[in-house]
């Protein structure tokens, strides 16, 4: 069964990156959460994705990721640390990255270009945001993290609690 543990610290050198999410948050304070329709219901999640060969890094993996599937234009994105992933299957453990950023421009839902989904994007404040993702601790202390970081970065001071499709 896999393991996963939240590390607030740099991927180690030789480790391997599968994916880049974004913890996004707008000036009220809320994170978008990018909703994904399946045979059971809707599933929460973070924008985001494998790094490309072409990507400028992980901040360019984020930007580009975050544009494909939920059209959104980021400021700069701030590494705020990886989810460690064991397999327990004797391969090498594994990062997965985690980056927080303000968001900048809200464009139109249209299709990721990787599978021709259009996702529902839902701002909700952080404490509901690691509710629905249901990530457990280690999904709490991720966007606990990107909450601290852009709330100081920004000078955001309150948060609102109002819930709502973009």
């Given at each position: ?13 030789g480790m391997?990156i599968?994916?880049?999410?974004g913890?996004?948050?707008d000036r009220e ?8 329709k399946t045979a059971?219901?809707i ?9 490309e ?7 360019a993996?984020?930007r580009?990721e ?6 959104t234009?980021?400021e ?7 989810q460690l992933?064991?397999?327990?299957d ?6 997965q990255?985690?980056?927080a ?14 599978n021709?989904e259009?996702?529902d ?6 404490e509901?945001?690691a509710?629905l993702?249901n990530?457990?601790?280690?999904g709490?202390?991720q ?9 100081r970065?920004?000078g955001?001071?309150?948060e609102s609690?109002?819930e709502e499709?973009?």
């Amino acid at each position: 069964m896999a393991r996963f543990e939240w590390v607030g610290d740099r991927v180690p050198e030789g480790m391997r990156i599968t994916q880049v999410y974004g913890i996004i948050l707008d000036r009220e304070g809320r994170v978008m959460l990018r909703l994904e329709k399946t045979a059971g219901g809707i599933r929460y999640s973070l924008g985001g994705g494998r790094p490309e060969p072409f990507d400028d890094g992980i901040e360019a993996t984020c930007r580009r990721e975050l544009l494909e599937e939920v059209n959104t234009e980021i400021e700069t994105p701030v590494y705020i640390g990886y989810q460690l992933v064991d397999e327990g299957d004797g391969t090498p453990p594994y990062a997965q990255v985690r980056m927080a950023a303000l968001i900048r421009r809200i464009g139109e839902k249209k299709p990721d270009p990787d599978n021709g989904e259009t996702y529902d994007r839902y701002m909700v404040s952080p404490e509901r945001a690691a509710e629905l993702l249901n990530w457990g601790d280690t999904g709490r202390a991720q966007v606990m993290k990107a909450k601290e970081v852009i709330y100081r970065q920004y000078g955001i001071t309150g948060e609102s609690s109002k819930e709502e499709y973009v």
